[in-house]
């Protein structure tokens, strides 16, 4: 059996994370198994244990840079690992990688999953562009979900020169199909019976640009009183963002579901999907929203690759939160758009993303 070994801050909800257990719940576990190096518990840690991947605790970097090299040396060294993979938004974290080659790694594969880093600061992507020789000469392998997230970590055009692989956030269509049952049960659960629902999944960061949907929302229930806003995630701005919609005065009618693991049910009960993202790599929900066959409206900052169904949507942030609203409203359509053969054919669907995923990790075909 060949393990690779995966380092994350954590093995929550997010979209690296998630990608990366699509890809787990589908390999051949007599044949591949998936470990994980983190610095905190994550909501997918029992699941993973259940599949019989092992979990091990490093140092994290806030308590030193080099305790958190030797941590992670030090276990790939004795659990005997030859394939470690990387998986961040910042050029730093390939500093890994090199610990895990002095461990012993012969494979080394870092995953850009951003196509910016810590929110946008200055400081941040100061630190990410000193650090950008790193995920170049420390990984023998470069993947990335869209050709922005790519350049953003290995520099323009690396995908054209094949510095850098496309590995796209397959989707497990038996998963994410559009079912009524579901959007009864669900719209039952949340009393949402003949309401107008405007959905979005995302973690409460800056990055997700919440105030904004907010605002759009605001407008939308100007325009059509029965709106109701699905808001699916959680995160350190959750409080401010209840608070901005206290002071816009539609709190009243978002119903905040915290994280949750039916994401597809969700889905289901939704009229349309709006995702103001001040940027991303490739968004996982985006692309599940669309195997639900929702009409998304996206910010023009979003990868063009992104659209692979035609239900995409994209708007600049600088329009305003009216015209928001009104493209939200105008594009709604009374059925769903069967969109499985557009995943299949643009290689989206899970199974291909897992062949490609044990070719490029493991050297298997």
């Known amino acids: 059996m060949k393990r690779v070994l995966c380092i994350v801050g954590g093995m929550n909800a997010g979209g690296a994370e998630t990608f990366l257990m699509k890809v787990y719940r589908r390999l051949d576990k007599n044949k591949y198994q998936m470990d994980f190096a983190v610095a905190n518990d994550g909501c997918y840690d029992e699941e993973i244990r259940l599949m019989g991947g092992k979990i091990f605790k490093i140092t994290p970097k806030s308590q030193g840079f080099l305790k958190n090299f030797l941590s992670v040396k030090k276990l790939v060294k004795n659990e005997g690992y030859k394939y470690v993979l990387r998986t961040s938004q910042h050029s730093l974290s390939a500093m890994e990688l090199l610990a895990a ?31 950008g020789f790193m995920p170049i000469f420390f990984a023998n392998v470069r993947i990335a979900p869209s050709t922005e997230a790519a350049e ?64 759009i929302f605001a407008e939308i229930k100007k325009k059509k009183e029965d709106s109701i806003l ?101 594009c709604v359509s009374a059925e769903r758009k069967e969109t499985k053969d557009d995943f299949v054919k643009n290689g989206y669907d899970i199974d291909s993303v897992t062949d490609k995923f044990i070719q490029f990790v493991f050297g298997d075909k």
């Not at 594969?109 to 400081?123: A, C, E, L, M, P």
């Not at 597809?264 to 929900?285: H, I, Q, R, W």
């Not at 009216?322 to 409203?329: G, L, P, T, Y």
């Open 152 to 215: 953003f970590m290995f520099g323009k055009d690396c995908v054209k020169k094949g510095k850098a692989t496309i590995l796209n956030n397959g989707i497990d269509m038996r998963i994410f199909n559009y079912n009524g049952q579901n959007r009864n049960e669900c719209r039952e659960e949340f009393k949402l019976k003949n309401k107008f629902v405007v959905g979005h999944i995302g973690r409460f960061s800056a990055q997700k640009n919440h105030d904004f949907l907010l605002e």
């Open 230 to 330: 699905l808001i699916v995630g959680g995160g350190e701005l959750e409080a401010e963002i209840k608070q901005k919609a206290k002071e816009l005065n539609v709190f009243d009618n978002i119903v905040f579901t915290g994280v949750r693991s039916d994401v597809s049910k969700l889905l289901s009960a939704m009229d349309v999907f709006v995702f103001p993202s001040f940027y991303e790599g490739m968004p996982n929900t985006v692309i599940e929203a669309q195997a639900e066959g929702l009409p998304c409206i996206i910010s023009d900052t979003i990868t063009k690759e992104a659209d692979i169904t035609g239900l995409v949507k994209y708007l600049p942030l600088d329009l305003s939160a009216e015209k928001w609203a009104d493209e939200v409203i105008d």
């Open 101 to 131: 080659r002095l461990g012993g790694a012969k494979k080394l594969i870092y995953r850009s999953s951003n196509s910016n880093t810590i929110d946008g600061s200055k400081k941040g992507l100061l630190l990410h562009k000193l650090c």
